[in-house]
């Protein structure tokens, strides 16, 4: 059996699902292929912060008021760092902060997922795997699943940080190691909280607070120091590590409600995200370390690239997408790949996140950067570094 679509997307989760309506949306009949069966799978190694970068997108789609409806948590995220709390407010009569949101991926990906097939020109296929690619003259013209091809101008692999369409792409990676492990859980009933993020140097770890009355606590130690217990004890070494915490979330004041999820190696995955006929999106593209939480709002915002790009039809302006997509996630990757190897703050980090603790300008600065609303270069612009040197001189004169 052969079908014929002008773009076929594989992976119907935040990048497949976002590429699908928005590809449609400029007039494209689009066949979304996923290998799960139904309609509320969803990804579970997750821990579902969605940064202010990602709420543009969302809103696009059309799906913000139903995940609102559904108890999706706004937050504004407090960061603990050895300077002290970076507790972001607004600036008296200016404008309120961005908002990221947390809502859990059993609420989010089927949203999506009902979104997508109700958008029309998108042909959702559940149960089907996508399981090679097809070529014609060194382009890419559709995909093979299990019982049949399925041909179009543009094929879109949005098929996670192990996509198949990637590893038939032949298209270069770049992977480094994450010297971290990553592990969470899921509370209900913890007191009211804002999300927080604790940065330990090298340790890191999370509480966000998500809908259904439902906190994500999670943490990346150090692997080097910390793999060795954690395999010996999962559950044991997570909680003490969570309860020895800096204001620790209050665990036991609540109803664990999941196992401790996690995984002991995640390496950072960068592939170049083009070739003729073939785009990929998500974290097919770019698999990055999750303890920044920016993950489902690149796969959101890559989707929204692709169909930007797409404006002379499927399959055209893909250099143009490769651009995007270099342009804005780059040099966020490069400092995240950095930090995964563990080493220590580096002295622009080190002052900028002093001065942030200590200052309420840096903190706004220091959550634009985190909720991913301006690139590195901003943030280590010379007029932010002045301002954080002054604030630092004055601090250290006692006023
Ligand atoms: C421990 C951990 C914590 C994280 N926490 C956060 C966080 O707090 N915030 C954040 O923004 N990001 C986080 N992330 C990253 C985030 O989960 C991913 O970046 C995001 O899910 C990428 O979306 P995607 O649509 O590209 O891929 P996925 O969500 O992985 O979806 C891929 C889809 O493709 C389908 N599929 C796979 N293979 C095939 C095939 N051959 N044929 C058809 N379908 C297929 C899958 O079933 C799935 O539905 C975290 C990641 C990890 C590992």
């Known amino acids: 059996m052969s079908?014929?679509?002008?773009?076929?997307?594989?992976?119907?989760s935040t990048a497949g699902c976002a590429a699908a309506m928005l590809l449609a949306a400029r007039g494209a009949r689009v066949a979304l292929l996923e290998k799960r069966t139904t309609m509320d799978a969803h990804k579970v190694l997750c821990t579902h912060t969605l940064q202010p970068g990602a709420l543009p997108v969302l809103k696009t789609l059309g799906v913000l008021p139903e995940l609102e409806a559904a108890g999706a948590r706004q937050h504004v995220t407090e960061l603990w760092t050895p300077w002290g709390w970076i507790r972001p407010r607004p600036e008296p009569g200016g404008p309120p902060l961005p908002q990221g949101i947390n809502v859990r991926r059993s609420t989010l990906d089927p949203v999506l997922r009902r979104a997508?097939?109700?958008?029309?020109?998108?042909?959702?296929?559940?149960?089907?795997?996508?399981?090679?690619?097809?070529?014609?003259?060194?382009?890419?013209?559709?995909?093979?699943?299990?019982?049949?091809?399925?041909?179009?101008?543009?094929?879109?692999?949005?098929?996670?940080?192990?996509?198949?369409?990637?590893?038939?792409?032949?298209?270069?990676?770049?992977?480094?190691?994450n010297n971290r492990l990553g592990f969470f859980a899921r509370y209900r009933g913890l007191p009211p909280a804002p999300s927080r993020v604790w940065f330990l140097d090298p340790d890191t770890a999370f509480a966000f607070p998500n809908d259904?009355?439902?906190?994500?606590?999670?943490?990346?130690?150090?692997k080097e120091k910390h793999s060795a217990d954690f395999r010996r004890n999962m559950e044991g070494s997570y909680e003490r590590f969570i309860r020895a915490l800096p204001d620790a979330p209050p665990i036991d004041e609540g109803e664990r409600v999941s196992k401790v999820i996690g995984t002991f190696d995640l390496p950072n995955v960068y592939r170049k995200p083009h070739r003729p006929g073939l785009a990929l999106v998500g974290d097919a593209a770019l698999a990055t370390d999750p303890v920044w939480g920016v993950g489902i709002g690149w796969a959101l915002q890559s989707a929204q690239w692709l169909a930007e790009a797409s404006v002379r039809g499927p399959g055209e302006g893909l250099e143009e997408y490769g651009r995007a997509h270099r342009s804005a996630l780059d040099g966020h990757h490069k400092l995240m790949e950095d930090y995964a190897s563990v080493r220590p703050f580096n002295p622009f980090e080190k002052l900028l996140l002093s001065a942030?603790?200590?200052?309420?300008?840096?903190?706004?600065?220091?959550?634009?950067?985190?909720?991913?609303?301006?690139?590195?270069?901003?943030?280590?612009?010379?007029?932010?570094?002045?301002?954080?040197?002054?604030?630092?001189?004055?601090?250290?004169?006692?006023?």
């Open 356 to 399: 942030a603790a200590r200052d309420a300008a840096a903190a706004r600065h220091h959550q634009r950067f985190a909720g991913r609303l301006i690139d590195v270069k901003e943030f280590v612009s010379p007029p932010a570094l002045l301002r954080a040197m002054r604030v630092n001189a004055l601090h250290r004169l006692g006023r």
């Open 212 to 222: 259904g009355d439902i906190t994500v606590v999670a943490c990346s130690p150090a």
């Open 3 to 12: 079908d014929e679509y002008d773009v076929v997307v594989a992976g119907a």
């Open 116 to 177: 997508a097939a109700e958008t029309p020109g998108v042909d959702l296929m559940l149960g089907e795997q996508v399981s090679g690619l097809l070529e014609e003259d060194g382009r890419i013209t559709g995909v093979r699943t299990g019982g049949r091809t399925i041909t179009a101008r543009l094929t879109v692999g949005a098929d996670g940080r192990g996509s198949t369409v990637a590893a038939h792409s032949g298209l270069p990676a770049r992977v480094s190691a």
